[in-house]
């Protein structure tokens, strides 16, 4: 029976669960790469990180202040003070939205201070458990196929969403090739998913690395209502079509050399939790949730980071922090209102508790200051945006 996530939920099934850090495989040539990656220049920074990226709707507002100013100067008749006047804000605006420090410009952050501001006030998320607080109402199903396959599929605000976990093995995956194959499930007709994810938890062991990757589908019925329809329509048809995508993701890794596993329903509550590094027992204390400059709950406080460049994958999946308690690194492909389709790329960092959250190294990236909510929320295995 479907259930929404609580602490009586958070059992491991027999034989499933989490890997425990002695079960996932690890090794000392990570933790080396990891060290030389530090004591490198960082990667992904691109030239004139104070202007760039340019944004079209930054291109657009220059383009209106550019013939504002031409306007008044070319037209007869305007006195010099109001020329002086329009080219003076006209200026001001102009650095306000190009001249970006801590990874944004003026404008952009007096909107993000401003959309943070009015989530203060918002208390539908309310309440003890944590997951609740950062994704809602997460409802679990167990799917049983015909073979007798057991899936779990969590609907999260009417989207559809299942767990492939990698098994750990001798070899190391390949980030390009775990990615290729998540975006040949993105492009596939027969089901068409609204956002694929690949996301990497990584705990520090002394000279150990031990790593745990998740790969998330998700599928939205209203905008691929065929592919529920012909699994027999309504909430069982799109339970049918997102354990059917979890199960072909599993052969596409499987044919690639890549055993893995669709994560039954008391193993999805239960990794979902590992993912948010958040028990369900730990009490909310004074302060809890999320702040300016981080996100915390029950003594422990996270911190998201945004890398300048999403074109180093490689590098930033297999990210590990030295001196966190966990580094949890995703890529998420979806597609825009526009139909363009975009990677999101969300560093998080665990703090040990007591201690404060250590800054990502060998990546450069900025922190999410005003959004460590949300960006706690996409770096669930849940591929949410």
């Not at 938890?201 to 329809?229: K, M, S």
């Amino acid at each position: 029976m479907p259930g929404p996530i609580g602490p009586g939920h958070a059992a491991s099934a027999p034989g499933g669960g989490v890997p425990r850090a002695g079960q996932i495989r690890g090794g000392q040539g990570e933790a080396a790469g990891a060290a030389r990656s530090s004591s490198r220049a960082r990667a992904g920074a691109g030239a004139l990180p104070w202007l760039l990226p340019v944004r079209p709707l930054q291109v657009a507002l220059w383009e209106v202040l550019a013939i504002g100013v031409l306007l008044v100067y070319t037209q007869p008749g305007v006195a010099q003070p109001v020329r002086i006047g329009v080219a003076a804000v006209a200026g001001a605006l102009l650095l306000a939205t190009s001249i970006r420090f801590a990874g944004r410009h003026f404008g952009a952050w007096a909107w993000t201070w401003l959309g943070y501001r009015l989530r203060r006030h918002d208390s539908r998320r309310d309440g003890p458990d944590p997951l609740h607080r950062v994704a809602g109402t997460v409802l679990v199903r167990q799917h049983v196929d015909r073979a007798g396959n057991r899936f779990g599929v969590a609907e999260v605000d009417g989207d559809w969403c299942a767990i492939v976990r990698l098994t750990p093995g001798a070899a190391e995956p390949s980030i390009e090739a775990l990615v290729a194959i998540l975006r040949t499930a993105f492009h596939g007709t027969d089901i068409p998913l609204a956002a694929v994810q690949l996301l990497t938890w990584t705990v520090p062991r002394g000279p150990h690395v031990y790593r745990v990757r998740w790969l998330a589908v998700r599928y939205r019925p209203q905008d691929a209502p065929i592919a529920a329809l012909a699994r027999g329509g309504g909430q069982l048809g799109a339970l049918r079509s997102t354990a059917s995508a979890a199960l072909s993701l599993m052969v596409a890794l499987a044919e690639a050399g890549y055993p893995s596993t669709v994560l039954e329903a008391a193993e999805l509550t239960t990794e979902l939790r590992v993912a948010l590094g958040v028990q369900a027992a730990q009490q909310p204390q004074d302060g809890d949730g999320d702040g300016w400059k981080s996100w915390s709950w029950g003594g422990v406080t996270q911190a998201c980071y945004a890398p300048r460049s999403a074109r180093d994958l490689t590098r930033t999946l297999g990210l590990a922090v030295p001196g966190a308690a966990f580094t949890a690194t995703s890529a998420t492909l979806r597609r825009t209102p526009g139909g363009r389709e975009r990677t999101d790329v969300t560093i998080r960092v665990g703090a040990r508790p007591g201690e404060e959250v250590p800054a990502p190294q060998g990546v450069s990236a900025v922190p999410l200051h005003g959004a460590h909510g949300a960006a706690v929320r996409r770096t669930l295995p849940l591929a949410l945006t």
